[in-house]
């Protein structure tokens, strides 16, 4: 198996902010590497760190300690013109868009290119391409206020591909749209990733959008990496306080289970077309009440929790449990009050 060849390497990496009422550690001892080609998820509560993370990489803010390599270069070593040739090969998209609303979508792609020097008649061709490719090529003479949210950050991803990054950094790019339309915006970066082989960086608070697309993702809580792993594996068995916070959220927490024994099973990549739940009901001929289900189908894999009560007959309970373990499904009991 081919080796996987680094594209970001974050050594022992902080940055502390000093303003009037004192210092602020946004980020302390950030250890993490990012392989050629991935996407990959960045996701944490507000305020924990990952936008100052994600703009720490393009050295739009410059860390206070430890070292940032981006393919083979160390970013802090960079002459200021050769940080801007570096910048170059990544790419950015926003929250907000960030489009130049006196512009039509076509001019939006052009603008990073005119910054490069590149010829008129060379940058609109090449916008044009780009326009297509995000599926866009009728709205080329559009401005920003005619396109819906959308089409506003499908501009913003041409645009940032104007340049040919190898890296494609998207900082809460889902954030401001509705779930339909995050779900188009996120099948169109796969596609790119597959097409192209750019890495994508993917900035988020929300893990919905981390199991839609990434690879591999790190927590981060409080300034520091709580935790990376493959996405199925986070999500299946998270190993940090947080990391459960994120994938068993409090607000679905279970509060009366009656007294009855309950029973969490745990999905964690078995075929999405296996009746788990109503072949065990079949087999030890009882039933259960489910009390809290979160699955996903990804790719035709199941992953996600459901919560069961299990029945008051202390034997049928247990031969539910034997079956369960007996069939290879990850389960565990749960305490009243847990999800």
Do not use: W
């Not at 760190?49 to 970013?75: D, H, W, Y």
């Not at 809580?221 to 990391?243: C, H, K, M, N, Y």
Request: hydrophobic content about 40%; charged content about 25%.
């Amino acid at each position: 198996m081919e080796q996987q060849k680094p594209i970001i390497e974050l050594k022992n990496m902080s940055k502390t902010f000093y303003g009037k009422n004192g210092e602020v550690h946004a980020l302390d001892g950030i250890d993490l590497t990012i392989y050629e080609g991935e996407i990959f998820g960045i996701i944490g509560m507000s305020g924990a760190g990952k936008s100052t993370l994600v703009r720490c990489i393009n050295f739009l803010e410059k860390p206070t300690g430890g070292e940032v390599v981006v393919a083979g270069q160390t970013m802090g070593s960079l002459s200021e013109k050769q940080l801007n040739e570096a910048r170059r090969k990544m790419g950015m998209i926003f929250q907000q868009f960030n489009l130049l609303m006196q512009r039509t979508a076509l001019k939006n792609v052009c603008f990073p290119m005119e910054i490069a020097g590149v010829p008129k008649a060379q940058a609109e061709s090449r916008a044009k391409e780009l326009l297509e490719l995000v599926g866009l090529s009728e709205r080329a003479d559009a401005y920003p206020a005619q396109l819906s949210g959308g089409q506003k950050q499908r501009v913003a991803i041409a645009r940032a591909l104007a340049t040919n990054p190898q890296v494609l950094l998207c900082d809460e790019a889902t954030s401001a749209l509705d779930p339909d339309t995050t779900r188009g915006v996120l099948a169109l970066l796969k596609e790119i990733n597959k097409k192209l082989g750019i890495t994508i960086v993917i900035i988020t608070h929300e893990m919905s959008v981390i199991e839609e697309i990434c690879t591999r993702v790190a927590i981060i809580d409080e300034s520091r990496i709580a935790e990376v792993g493959l996405t199925e594996d986070v999500f299946t068995s998270p190993q940090s306080a947080i990391g459960r916070r994120l994938v068993y959220p409090e607000d679905h927490t279970v509060q009366h289970f009656g007294g009855s024994r309950c029973c969490r099973i745990v999905f964690d990549g078995r075929s999405s077309f296996e009746p788990v739940i109503a072949n065990m009901v079949l087999e030890c001929r009882a039933p259960v009440n489910i009390l809290f289900a979160d699955t996903k189908n990804i790719d035709g894999q199941a992953f996600g929790q459901i919560i069961v009560q299990l029945p008051e007959d202390e034997l049928t309970a247990k031969r539910m449990l034997v079956y369960l373990k007996e069939h290879g499904i990850k389960a565990e009991e749960v305490a009243e009050h847990a999800v």
